[in-house]
């Protein structure tokens, strides 16, 4: 599948159009291997935007060099890039992933919540102890605690696998 790398180029901030940029190296991250000879070449889109195509989506990762050309200076002129084989699938539809949604969702929602609980900020953490009225669960530890009648005092109710305890 064809992907698509885009770049910005601009001198002294303001856009530069009409532009021929050329690679100056392109290497895999792998084993510095030179793929210069057979890099893309790039075209103006407009408005300071460049873009190169690669027919095949890269399988791993690349580092390189563009050179905007002699009419920048020479701090807009070289531009560092990155094209990452994960980039390009950002654009795919997800029928063309080998995960599906429904994949992507029962592992997101059938983790084990102690294996978030300490994260900071995470879902795991807030959920792990709800609070509704005057009851508290507590998802970890399986245990639902309620506020008694005479408000009191709080009663404990111990809730596993092999028998749920319901609370009326």
Not at 24 to 40: F, I, K, N, Q, Y
Not at 68 to 92: I, M, S, W
Request: with cysteine.
């Amino acid at each position: 599948m064809a992907a698509t790398y885009k770049l910005f180029f601009d001198n002294a901030g303001v856009p530069a159009t009409a532009l021929v940029p050329v690679w100056t190296a392109l290497l895999r991250v792998s084993d510095a291997g030179d793929l210069l000879e057979s890099a893309p070449a790039w075209s103006e889109i407009g408005g300071g935007w460049y873009k190169c195509t690669f027919e095949d989506t890269p399988e791993e990762e690349l580092v390189g060099v563009v050179d905007g050309g002699e009419t920048l200076d020479n701090r807009d002129r070289y531009k560092a890039v990155d094209p990452h084989p994960y980039d390009f699938n950002l654009d795919l539809p997800l029928s063309s992933l080998s995960v599906t949604p429904t994949q992507i969702a029962d592992a997101v929602w059938e983790e084990a919540i102690e294996d978030h609980q300490g994260v900071a900020g995470s879902a795991a953490q807030h959920i792990a102890v709800l609070t509704l009225g005057d009851e508290t669960w507590d998802a970890v530890n399986g245990i639902l605690t309620r506020l008694t009648p005479d408000a009191e005092e709080f009663v404990e109710f111990e809730v596993t696998a092999a028998a749920k305890t319901r609370i009326v």
